[in-house]
């Protein structure tokens, strides 16, 4: 191995033949860690700078390298190496890239990591998004694509594939194949017509071109039908009095292809953000983010407020930000309600709520009546599926994060993480529309550093069912942990409800101050949930639960 001014090189000779391969030009006053491997299997002499990959040159007709003469490594007899030489390795056998690179981060330090953009995504069937992968650690940045379903090409092209379904595109680093990151892709079978809205769109036409879309999500809204999906192309939408969103048509799915790429920001301008009314319903709304709500006193304002009588509402991949304040009597009341209401009451439909976050809710608050992140108003009357709330990350919560009253009715609520709110879970029953014997499920949740914890509540004369469930839920550092309003009268919740298997501990968040809410390696949370059919099978990152599942919404 030659280090001398120039190139740095390594050299192979038989006596009759020499082979040589190039590390690069010299580097002053570093580190630099150089590795020549000679792979007779497939004929080749390598060269690695730094655990990558750099040359790559034929062994041709060399033959055997076996000889009594020295081998030199810095310089050749006579002409020395001006520098410092350590840790010098020698193997009987080839290295494979992978163990280079592993040599190579073991001694510096250097973990190499991979991550992906978007981080989930939204399709229809047949269609296509570019995915871009960042790797760091190395600087060997390339990457293998794969998928589950569809196709992937080398540059992260992902195709999906005909049938519906949820599928997993990967990307697992070149330089050490252990180390990869993975996305969901929620692929939806498509009945109706693909329409697109943009920020640099106008409002003319059927809005079907991907490249002349439309402006306006009430102008693409007049144009749809029950079984289109409105594909919102990547921006920030900025709402005027005159463009707060009413969405009436049923069974329209509006998307984010790229989840979090299309912003919604209300400004203040708007009572409601987001709003569906009237005989409508079965509605999804998929991967946007959503800020700038109105606050006034009468508190009630709202970020995404669905009430079409007919329910079966879908809300999911979406991330809620920064919504209102501290001000317990000028703010706002919720960030999403999905209330299914018509003839005069709520109808007690069903809705899902699902893989979303809610951070900075009301923050810096301390109030239980309005300014919540989620306010369900679900049920399963009409023959509907019974509703399920599950792997939301919530946290800095001023008031309550997951609020259930009214009708709400059969809702189970599994694999939620709650973090800093005034109140974690409210499963309640009273007021309009109220059902006797409302059942809840409440499981597999973790809620922490909080006031209260998870809390039940019946009022106006009805009652909660003592068939509702409380398993398995881990509660951490919260002043009152468990509670029960029963009317008026306060009980014990574990008592008064069915419930097994609560865990009391920290959760060992991976990082909660820059809201990662993984869970660390040695957490309680990890598999000691609970599985059955309302358990979610991902969690919140689109990793592939195990059985039993962890608590929460996130896997280790």
């Not at 570093?30 to 690695?48: E, M, P």
């Not at 995504?121 to 569809?150: E, H, K, M, Y």
């Not at 709500?293 to 669905?306: H, I, T």
């Not at 809710?361 to 300014?371: D, M, Q, V």
Request: glycine share 12%.
């Amino acid at each position: 191995m030659e280090l001398g001014i120039g190139n740095w090189t390594a050299n192979l000779a038989d006596g009759t033949h020499q082979v040589q391969a190039v590390f690069g030009t010299e580097r002053l006053n570093q580190w630099v860690f150089l590795t020549a491997v000679v792979d007779r299997s497939a004929g080749l002499f390598k060269a690695y700078t730094d655990g990558s990959l750099v040359a790559s040159v034929s062994l041709g007709r060399l033959g055997s390298v076996s000889s009594s003469s020295s081998a030199y490594i810095g310089g050749i007899s006579g002409y020395g190496f001006n520098g410092t030489i350590d840790e010098v390795m020698i193997y009987k056998r080839a290295l494979a890239s992978t163990e280079v690179a592993a040599l190579y981060n073991q001694r510096t330090g250097t973990t190499i990591a991979v991550s992906i953009s978007p981080t989930s995504a939204s399709l229809p069937t047949d269609g296509t998004l570019q995915f871009a992968a960042t790797v760091t650690g190395t600087t060997d940045t390339s990457v293998i694509w794969s998928a589950t379903g569809g196709a992937v090409s080398s540059l992260g092209l992902y195709t999906a594939p005909a049938a519906a379904g949820i599928y997993t595109v990967k990307a697992t680093s070149l330089a050490d194949a252990t180390k990869s990151a993975s996305v969901r892709v929620t692929v939806s079978s498509i009945t109706g017509t693909n329409r697109y809205l943009g920020v640099s769109g106008s409002d003319v036409g059927s809005c079907t071109n991907p490249t002349n879309p439309c402006r306006t999500f009430n102008y693409v809204d007049s144009r749809s039908a029950s079984g289109d999906v409105v594909h919102v192309l990547p921006g920030t939408y900025n709402l005027t009095p005159a463009t707060c969103i009413v969405t009436n048509t049923s069974g329209v799915t509006w998307q984010s292809d790229a989840h979090g790429a299309a912003t919604i920001n209300g400004g203040g301008q708007c009572l409601y953000m987001w709003h569906n009314t009237g005989s409508s319903g079965y509605l999804r709304i998929l991967g946007f983010q959503f800020t700038g709500v109105q606050v006034n006193s009468s508190l009630n304002s709202f970020g995404v407020l669905l009430e079409g009588s007919n329910g079966n509402f879908e809300v999911a991949y979406n991330t809620f930000h920064d919504f209102g304040g501290s001000n317990p009597s000028n703010n706002f009341g919720a960030a999403l309600s999905p209330a299914p209401y018509g003839g005069g009451g709520y109808t007690g439909r069903t809705c899902s709520v699902h893989d979303n976050v809610f951070r900075n809710i009301a923050p810096g608050g301390s109030f239980l009546y309005n300014g919540y992140s989620i306010y369900a108003v679900c049920g399963n009357k009409g023959g509907d599926p019974d509703p399920r709330i599950y792997n939301n990350l919530i946290y800095n919560e001023g008031s309550i994060a997951i609020q259930m009253w009214h009708a709400a009715d059969h809702t189970h609520v599994y694999n939620n993480t709650i973090d800093q709110a005034t109140m974690g879970i409210l499963a309640g029953v009273g007021d309009q529309g109220a059902v006797n014997d409302a059942l809840f499920d409440i499981s597999n949740n973790i809620v922490s550093n909080s006031h209260y914890g998870i809390y039940a509540e019946d009022g106006s004369g009805y009652t909660l069912s003592p068939n509702s469930t409380f398993d398995n839920n881990l509660i951490y550092n919260n002043a009152i942990d468990w509670a029960y309003n029963n009317n008026g009268t306060t009980r014990n919740i574990l008592t008064s409800f069915q419930n097994a298997n609560e865990i009391k501990a920290n959760p060992l968040y991976v990082n909660p101050g820059t809201g990662t809410y993984v869970l660390g390696a040695t957490s309680p949370a990890i598999g000691t949930g609970q599985r059955n059919g309302y358990s979610p099978t991902l969690d919140l990152r689109g990793v592939v639960r195990p059985n039993p599942p962890s608590i929460g919404g996130f896997e280790r």
